[in-house]
């Protein structure tokens, strides 16, 4: 049995540390944390939040309408397939790739998320190892908390800052998609479809029942789509030559019977496609 | 007897292939000032990490309060507040934010103790860490680890940067603190530094605890080095025979010496002379060693 050498002081007049400083401030490992992370915030939100804004006004500027959108399966079209998939994976984007947001995520998508794991990984692996380096972990780890605590309150200080910097993308996406989008292409993404999880969500604008007639309809979109990113996939798997690809793009997406298109939902992407391509 | 409140059984540390230390036994009792002596990279550091469990043994056990330093270091570091032999701390953050972000860390601290320590200290807290001197850095890691009142004060080489007049401030907060029960623990290189201001010390030399005892037993490793300077012939014989002097030799007008003890007789002797200049400084630990147990103990404690 261990014997403790006296018992611990009791506690002098202490001055009361505020929740809003254990939040952000100095009041606690994470609220320094946050503190600390202010700058990082402000660029990753800016940075990403500024391209959801620019890219919104540039794409709703350059596509206004479904003749110009036809342009995007021709740019795609004329892309070679390895640089198609470098922005992301378009089979998986379906007829989305259509509209603003899912556009965006295509082409953007995979930068943000680059973005943000370089964040987190610059972020994460400088917190206790930036503390050893700088020569102030000692002090740190001498504190009355254990190590995985002080690892665990800077891990959940970084997480709010990606979860707020990602809250903010979203919102400036639904701004972005409102504004410079257009309703009858199915742009405008909702804020409570975009709070879920920004980035990947801005792709999944809610489908809205086919109106016939209308060439962008949703599942003309989306066939249309499908059809681009299946001509891109068997040209990468087949290895076509890029003429061929251009033949095939001209005779693939671009001129299919949009308005003809079926209804059907958006996991049925591949059935909605084959619908329209016979249809 | 005073419960202890740091206690070591044979405690060993390797790094890989490494000497850390060997088999460090150590015991201080509650309220004592112990002094950890050694020179540089004898092994202080490494028993005062194992201490706060910032690094485990490789065999052996810690005990800080009674309580296994690796069972439950929490419990531990909330009763110590700690200066560690180098450290840098936050850069933009000024002394005042840095305090205060280490007193709340401890669930605050007495705002009004805290500015006694700051004034005490002749510290300016409106200036960022990195605008400091290597002695005001100093200063903001001993203000942090004594700002929350601790029972232990586990101290590596505190007083690097100081300048005279903050060391002394700073021994009269020990005794302060040790007259209010506060034990310390205080690892230093330089002998007149423990030699003032412990009651206890360990001497430890390769990794090894070389000698524990009270100050007193200090007493036979310090020592002066005299030089003195004559403006005609040396009378070196005169000075050979003098109770204290050991390692004398004679440069030209010059007479360096060795001297142990009291330095009364020999500046009786010089003073019969015709005396130019007198020079007298204490040794570095590593001399001091050097002198008392030979160039193989030296060697052995800086590898």
């Known amino acids: 049995m261990t014997v403790q050498a006296g018992t611990p002081r009791p506690a002098a007049a202490l001055s009361t540390i505020p929740l809003r400083r254990r939040l952000y401030g100095f009041g606690s490992i994470y609220g320094k944390t946050i503190r600390d992370s202010r700058l990082a915030f402000i660029i990753a939100a800016g940075l990403f939040g500024g391209l959801s804004l620019v890219m919104g006004a540039a794409i709703g500027t350059v596509f206004p309408n479904p003749e110009a959108r036809v342009e995007i399966d021709k740019l795609i079209g004329s892309m070679p397939a390895s640089m198609v998939n470098l922005f992301g994976n378009a089979t998986l984007m379906g007829p989305k790739l259509g509209t603003l947001g899912g556009y965006m995520t295509w082409k953007y998508g995979a930068l943000f998320a680059l973005g943000t794991g370089l964040w987190s990984i610059l972020a994460l692996s400088g917190t206790l190892a930036g503390e050893a380096a700088r020569g102030s972990l000692d002090m740190v780890a001498a504190a009355p908390f254990g190590k995985r605590r002080i690892a665990l309150e800077k891990l959940a200080a970084h997480l709010t800052m990606l979860w707020l910097a990602m809250a903010i993308v979203a919102v400036t996406i639904v701004v972005s998609s409102n504004a410079y989008g257009t309703a009858a292409l199915g742009d405008p993404v909702p804020l409570a479809g975009s709070w879920r999880s920004p980035l990947p969500r801005c792709s999944a604008a809610p489908a809205r029942p086919p109106s016939r007639g209308s060439p962008w309809s949703p599942c003309g979109r989306q066939a249309a789509w499908t059809s681009a990113v299946r001509w891109s996939m068997s040209a990468r798997s087949t290895g076509r030559s890029t003429t061929s690809r251009s033949s095939a793009s001209t005779t693939g997406p671009a001129s299919l019977p949009w308005g003809s298109a079926p209804s059907c939902s958006l996991p049925s992407a591949s059935s909605c496609s084959a619908a329209a391509t016979s249809g | ?303």
């Open chain 2, 1 to 303: 007897m005073s419960t202890p409140v740091i206690e070591t059984e044979q405690l060993t540390k390797a790094y890989g292939s490494h000497r850390g230390i060997t088999e460090v036994d150590l015991t201080v009792t509650e309220g004592e000032v112990f002094g950890f002596l050694g020179p540089n990279g004898a092994g202080k550091t490494t028993t005062i990490r194992i201490l706060l469990d910032l690094i485990r043994p490789s065999s052996g056990r810690a005990r800080v309060f009674g309580i296994d330093s690796a069972a439950d270091p929490v419990a531990i570091h909330r009763r110590v507040g700690y200066v560690p032999g180098e450290f840098a701390l936050y850069d933009r953050l000024t002394g005042g934010q840095t305090l205060g972000y280490f007193g709340n860390l401890r669930g605050g601290v007495d705002p009004a103790y805290q500015a006694s320590l700051i004034e005490r200290f002749d510290l300016d807290p409106s200036r960022r860490f990195k605008e400091y001197s290597k002695g005001n850095k100093q200063k903001v890691g001993l203000i942090v680890a004594l700002q929350h009142r601790p029972e232990l004060l586990i101290l590596d080489e505190p007083t690097s940067g100081l300048d005279p007049l903050i060391q002394q401030t700073f021994f009269e907060t020990l005794r302060e603190a040790g007259a209010s029960g506060t034990t310390t623990f205080l690892s230093s290189h330089i002998l007149s530094e423990v030699e003032k201001s412990c009651d206890r010390v360990a001497i430890i030399r390769d990794g090894r605890i070389a000698q524990t005892g009270t100050v007193d037993a200090l007493r036979d490793l310090a020592h002066h080095q005299v030089e003195l300077r004559f403006a005609g012939t040396v009378p070196e014989s005169e000075f050979r025979s003098l109770p204290g002097v050991s390692d004398l030799v004679a440069d030209d007008h010059v007479l360096r010496m060795r001297v142990t003890g009291a330095i009364t007789p020999v500046v009786r002797a010089a003073a019969r002379h015709d005396l130019v200049d007198f020079v007298s400084r204490e040794p570095s630990l590593e001399e001091t060693f050097l002198a008392q147990y030979g160039r193989q103990a030296v060697d052995g404690s800086q590898r």
